[in-house]
């Protein structure tokens, strides 16, 4: 699902979450905001999520340490604070 640089506002949505069979999730450069959503972390089969470029704000939640199959996930460029999960 590519929905970058589309100038999108916001929160993540909740409905992403039930996209369960997603492999990449790209919502890089729009205007999104919130915290990181820990309903992301039903998405198991995420390769790659995307959502640099964003405001979003908080920290990354441990719970996106479900995520054993993603190999690119990049949060740059954002306002989030604390440390990276070990998870």
């Known amino acids: 699902l590519y929905v970058d640089s589309t ?3 916001g929160t993540i949505p909740t409905e992403l979450g039930r996209m369960t069979s997603l492999l ?3 919502l890089h450069n729009n205007a ?3 915290a990181l959503p820990t309903h992301l ?3 198991t089969n ?3 999520l995307y ?3 964003n405001k979003l704000t908080g ?3 441990t719970e996106l340490g479900r995520l054993t ?3 690119d996930f990049s949060v740059n460029n954002n306002s989030l604070t604390g440390t990276i999960p070990t998870e």
Do not use: N, R, W
Request: charged share 15%; aromatic share 0%; no cysteine.
């Open 32 to 34: 999104l905001s919130g």
């Open 24 to 26: 990449d999730l790209e």
């Open 46 to 48: 995420l390769e790659i």
């Open 69 to 71: 199959a993603l190999q």
């Open 51 to 53: 959502l640099h470029s």
């Open 7 to 9: 100038k999108l506002t």
């Open 59 to 61: 920290t990354i939640p």
């Open 41 to 43: 972390a039903t998405l």
